[in-house]
């Protein structure tokens, strides 16, 4: 029974034993009885407690159990081991996976969109909190910072490499002249630090002056480039002009050609189109 209609129900008995009773009941008993009418009605009024008192046992609802909260073990989603529930990696596998967060009296963790979601341990089932349940939008932002998310980021600015001073000159040559890149004006008071920045598509490329440049052999900047017809003329551009270009091999990522340059500064430039 639901604990509306528990309610209901101790009205009602509260009306007829406090009400109607003590004058249809009590009195007539107590004068058949040679008693007084009010100690019919007092009497009746204290037999009426006993009655409320037993119809609100019989109508309320055990509570649930609460879930358990204590320390806790999940199965490690790559070889199934039994690895602690706050744990990010397996001891057995050594694979990474997301932990749990414990928070509010419930254990949480993101499903495949990244949206938060608690554990109902009654049901055994995960429960988002936009279903209607009170238990709240998830643990605290303190929580919900240390965790991967993507949601406050809309797109890449810019990447920047490193060039020695007073080489401007070789870098407009480079990006702007055989790559074909746009220059963009850099805000006055960047524009004293030298350098120069140029456009590729909605991002940006920015060359930066450093005292002691160390060139970028590994980690690189990748461009895209409209097509594969586009792509074999920079090429082409670069290698007339003495740079070395060194092609991809397709297999590596299908559907893509692409090839390796290194900039007037050693830096490695990476340029990629659809096949």
């Given at each position: ?50 009655g409320v008192l037993a119809v609100l046992f019989a109508t309320r609802t055990p509570a649930k159990p609460r879930a358990s909260v204590g320390p806790r073990r999940r199965p490690c989603p790559e070889c199934g081991a ?185 830096n490695r430039v990476e340029l990629l189109a659809p096949a």
């Amino acid at each position: 029974m639901s604990g509306r209609e528990g309610d209901v129900l101790v009205l009602i008995a509260v009306v007829l034993l406090f009400a109607v009773a003590p004058i249809i009941v009590g009195a007539p008993l107590a004068e058949r009885r040679g008693r007084s009418v009010w100690f019919g009605i007092i009497l009746t009024f204290l037999f009426g407690w006993f009655g409320v008192l037993a119809v609100l046992f019989a109508t309320r609802t055990p509570a649930k159990p609460r879930a358990s909260v204590g320390p806790r073990r999940r199965p490690c989603p790559e070889c199934g081991a039994e690895i602690a529930a706050t744990a990010g990696t397996c001891a057995s596998c050594g694979a990474a996976s997301t932990p749990w967060t414990l928070h509010g009296g419930h254990w949480w963790s993101r499903d495949e969109r990244g949206e938060w979601r608690y554990l109902d341990d009654t049901r055994g089932v995960w429960v988002s909190p936009t279903d209607g349940s009170t238990t709240g939008a998830g643990p605290e932002p303190a929580v919900r910072s240390s965790a991967v998310s993507g949601t406050a980021f809309v797109g890449l600015d810019h990447v920047q490499v490193a060039a020695p001073a007073g080489r401007e000159f070789d870098a407009r040559r480079f990006y702007g002249g055989l790559l074909g890149l746009e220059e963009v004006e850099k805000p006055p008071l960047l524009a004293a630090r030298g350098g120069c920045w140029f456009a590729v598509g909605a991002q940006q490329l920015h060359i930066g002056v450093a005292d002691d440049v160390a060139p970028a052999t590994k980690a690189h900047p990748a461009l895209r480039v409209r097509g594969s017809r586009e792509l074999e003329e920079i090429a082409e551009r670069l290698a007339e002009a003495g740079y070395e270009v060194a092609w991809a091999d397709g297999d590596e990522i299908p559907g893509l050609r692409r090839f390796h340059v290194d900039d007037p500064f050693g830096n490695r430039v990476e340029l990629l189109a659809p096949a």
